[in-house]
């Protein structure tokens, strides 16, 4: 992937961000991730060093909240520096729009392509279990029969629910750390519809 930000462009980000008031690196993570949609997220060996370099500069300020977190604000040196590049920053702006649409770009290439393979996947699963099931010849169901159809009804039943919790978990704690973007939400919508068609031509 193309980098998001050229040399130094970053750096003057995160100041403007700061204009908006204190944060805490988490929080400069998460607004950056919400600038592009989730598409791009930093990792905190990338916004961690900088802010750290803009502390050394004197640019920004770093006060620790009981040694747990840190909290960042603009000193009146990184609003001057600001104030002096408020046409970068504009420029800066304006190129980052054409990125994130560029990288939307990318992420829905990426997603139509990962869910073409799923559907061939779910497509061919499907097909195997309407063959196995179609290797008896067709009579009317029998009390055994029914008896053994209401288990695998209880076991399909018992697999969703799992599966439900399970995913319903790992959602919530990526909620947690702001991580769920709006492609992981197309992900769920478009995989559950196909995982929908493919049992129901089961049950033709």
Not at 89 to 110: N, P
Not at 124 to 149: G, Y
């Amino acid at each position: 992937m193309t980098p998001v930000f050229a040399h130094g462009q970053l750096r003057l980000y995160l100041l403007s961000l700061l204009e908006q008031g204190p944060r805490h690196g988490y929080e400069l993570i998460t607004a950056l991730s919400d600038r592009f949609g989730g598409a791009y997220r930093p990792s905190p060996g990338t916004i961690y060093p900088r802010l750290a370099r803009l502390e050394e500069e004197g640019l920004v300020e770093r006060s620790d909240e009981g040694g747990r977190r840190s909290t960042y604000t603009l000193t009146d040196a990184g609003r001057a520096e600001l104030d002096a590049r408020r046409g970068d920053l504009a420029d800066l702006e304006e190129s980052l729009a054409e990125t994130v649409r560029e990288l939307a770009d990318q992420v829905r290439g990426e997603v139509r392509g990962s869910m073409r393979g799923l559907r061939a996947d779910l497509a061919a699963a499907a097909q195997a279990a309407r063959a196995s099931a179609t290797t008896a010849a067709p009579h009317p169901a029998s009390d055994d029969e029914r008896v053994a159809s209401r288990v695998r009804l209880a076991e399909a039943e018992a697999q969703l629910r799992t599966f439900r919790d399970e995913v319903r978990a790992e959602l919530r704690e990526a909620a947690r750390e702001g991580s769920v973007s709006p492609l992981t939400v197309e992900t769920v919508r478009t995989v559950l519809d196909q995982a929908r068609t493919a049992i129901r031509d089961t049950l033709r």
